[in-house]
T-cell receptor
Framework: GDSVTQMEGPVTLSEEAFLTINCTYT??????LFWYVQYPGEGLQLLLK?????DKGSNKGFEATYRKETTSFHLEKGSVQVSDSAVYFC??????????FGAGTRLAVHP | GAVVSQHPSRVICKSGTSVKIECRSL??????MFWYRQFPKQSLMLMAT?????????EQGVEKDKFLINHASLTLSTLTVTSAHPEDSSFYIC?????????????FGPGTRLTVL
């Protein structure tokens, strides 16, 4: 079945460092791909999405490109801030209302 | 974005008792609500999908008699864990979607941590 694998955390970075969180997927066809973020005490929020191969989703300085050749959707940000500390979830649209999530990656950014 | 609340945020109960968790869409009408379960360091797993006024659709392996879902209005869905046991201890998350389109965004609640002693 469809599945999502993302790098284990926690990821600890200094402010202004470059961030990459890896995400790969297994799916039939070419599903839409998503990154969600969960700040402490809050619900998951959609960060960005891509609906077809080679699409780049971007929001708040974060980017991810849908790569069908490597079945990947890695999340990147050029310069992280303390306020980016959160848990990040990669997900795909499994069809029939179903979002399939990765295990989540905790990011901690310190000053 | 739209806001979804859950109540309670944490609950501790004794084995054998039932626990009800509420999920509310605060500023929009949710035609569809979803219930997820998350174990430590693992993915969110979809348990069931509920549409207002109709029976919930459960994912394979989820016991519908144990996890009762009621979507009585366009702003409220409840999940009742009946005869809870320690293995039901988990983090339960709901989400709500406005409109009928499958590509409409899901908005997530902050989750409820259930501990069964």
């Amino acid at each position: 079945g469809d599945s999502v694998t993302q790098m284990e955390g926690p990821v600890t970075l200094s402010e202004e460092a470059f961030l990459t969180i890896n995400c790969t997927y297994t799916a039939t066809g070419y599903p839409s791909l998503f990154w969600y973020v969960q700040y402490p005490g809050e619900g998951l929020q959609l960060l960005l999405k891509a609906t077809k191969a080679d699409d780049k989703g971007s929001n708040k300085g974060f980017e991810a490109t849908y790569r069908k050749e490597t079945t990947s959707f890695h999340l990147e940000k050029g310069s992280v801030q303390v306020s980016d500390s959160a848990v990040y979830f990669c997900a795909l649209d499994g069809g029939y209302n179903k979002l399939i999530f990765g295990a989540g990656t905790r990011l901690a950014v310190h000053p | 974005g739209a806001v979804v609340s859950q109540h309670p945020s944490r609950v501790i109960c004794k084995s054998g008792t039932s626990v009800k968790i509420e999920c509310r869409s605060l500023d929009f009408q949710a035609t569809t609500m979803f219930w997820y379960r998350q174990f430590p360091k693992q993915s969110l797993m979809l348990m069931a999908t509920s549409n207002e006024g109709s029976k919930a659709t459960y994912e394979q392996g989820v016991e519908k008699d144990k996890f009762l879902i009621n979507h009585a209005s366009l702003t409220l869905s409840t999940l009742t864990v009946t005869s809870a046991h320690p293995e039901d201890s988990s983090f339960y998350i709901c989400s709500a979607r406005a409109g009928e389109g499958r590509y409409n965004e899901q908005f997530f609640g902050p989750g409820t941590r259930l501990t069964v002693l």
